[in-house]
């Protein structure tokens, strides 16, 4: 197996700052774009005799 090339390992850096920098930049438009999370209105995980609908998550609840 040879040896990476310095050419070799400064692409690799770079598409690696290229990745950091696309990721965080979504992280920042979903945060800008996203409404506020109400974490109070979620249902629980188990609802059982809590009158509450136990059936789907937080994910697939229709508002």
Do not use: Y
């Amino acid at each position: 197996m040879s040896t990476p090339t310095p050419a070799r390992t400064s692409n690799r850096k770079r598409l690696a700052w290229v990745f950091w920098l696309i990721l965080l930049g979504f992280i920042a438009w979903d945060f800008q774009t996203s409404a506020p999370i109400d974490v109070r209105d979620e249902p629980p995980l188990i609802a059982a005799g809590s009158g509450r609908s136990g059936s789907g998550g937080h994910c697939s609840m229709s508002k």
